[in-house]
């Protein structure tokens, strides 16, 4: 992103207080991650305020987004006033989504999230410019965070969505329109929030429901959850799996320890550096998402080749 505190008050809702022509090159929200090109967004936490490192912030980075005005605030420095500056941040993330051309894969899942991500991500990087979210960070406030420090180059950015409440990925999803959404699998993680299983489904639906009009997801035919929530969906489906019949199917499958795991798909032979079935799962999806959007297999050759542990 490149932006001037002008741009981010309309892209957000908010009012410049001072140096509208003040440009920022990223967003943070710990005042320790603070840039020379920076602007803060002062969120308030369940802990923490960050209207109380302004003054911090505002020593190193251009600016700060805020819903209460500091006193004596630097000359060429800027500042911009909003209502709620978590709800200014998500705003920025969907402003940002309108603005660039880029595609925006999102993944939910019970389990392998960031692992599937971080393999769409080395796939997809063998022939489009690619931007991915950071380490987990994929709540109401993480998810935007990463969207909101888009490269203004990026051809492909890949985001992880994650939930503890129902709504929440109607939220994330709302605010950004996955051209892609991608499902890992649905179990028990997060039942004390939501009693069965099936409840759980039902807000993990949230993400098909808000991908782009004439979108795709990528499912799991292995997890009868992922399939039961997408059945009527009325985009492009792209199956992956082991168990049963996928367009994207493992088979011949030679787990080797911690040598990895060797396998094909669709009569063509990879080597995963990774052991473990879950491993083969994760990469199974990646693959079957860099091919829906038209990464070629010489560069998902390349991209598996260089697969690493996401942690």
Not at 23 to 38: F, G, H, L, M, Y
Not at 128 to 142: C, D, Q, V
Request: charged letters at 25%; hydrophobic letters at 40%.
């Amino acid at each position: 992103m490149h932006l001037t505190f002008r741009q981010i008050a309309e892209m957000t809702g908010g009012e410049v207080v001072q140096g509208a022509d003040v440009t920022a090159d990223s967003v943070v929200i710990d005042s320790r991650e603070v840039k020379p090109d920076s602007a803060f967004f002062a969120i308030k936490g369940d802990r923490l305020d960050g209207h109380q490192f302004v003054p911090q912030a505002l020593n190193i980075g251009r600016g700060a987004i805020v819903s209460q005005v500091p006193e004596n605030v630097p000359a060429g420095k800027a500042i911009v006033r909003v209502a709620d500056t978590t709800v200014a941040l998500q705003n920025l993330a969907r402003s940002i989504r309108e603005r660039y051309p880029f595609t925006l894969i999102g993944i939910t899942g019970s389990a392998g999230k960031t692992t599937t991500k971080e393999m769409i991500a080395t796939l997809v990087a063998s022939e489009r410019r690619t931007f991915k979210s950071w380490g987990n960070f994929n709540n109401l406030i993480g998810c935007p965070l990463c969207i909101d420090n888009t490269p203004d180059d990026a051809e492909v950015v890949v985001s992880e969505m994650g939930m503890n409440h129902k709504g929440e990925i109607a939220l994330l999803a709302g605010l950004t329109h996955p051209d892609v959404g991608v499902y890992t699998n649905i179990g028990p993680v997060h039942i004390e929030f939501f009693g069965t299983i099936e409840k759980i489904a039902e807000a993990k639906r949230e993400l098909l429901e808000n991908v782009k009009p004439g979108g795709t997801i990528v499912i799991n035919v292995d997890n009868k959850y992922v399939m039961d929530i997408s059945r009527n969906f009325e985009g492009r489906k792209v199956t992956y799996g082991i168990e049963h019949d996928a367009e994207f199917r493992g088979t011949n499958i030679r787990e080797r320890g911690l040598l990895g795991t060797s396998f094909e798909v669709q009569g063509r032979s990879f080597e995963l550096s990774l052991p473990g079935r879950h491993n083969l799962e994760n990469l199974l999806a990646a693959i079957a998402t860099a091919r829906s959007i038209g990464i070629s297999w010489e560069g998902i050759e390349r991209g598996v080749a260089n697969v690493k542990p996401a942690y």
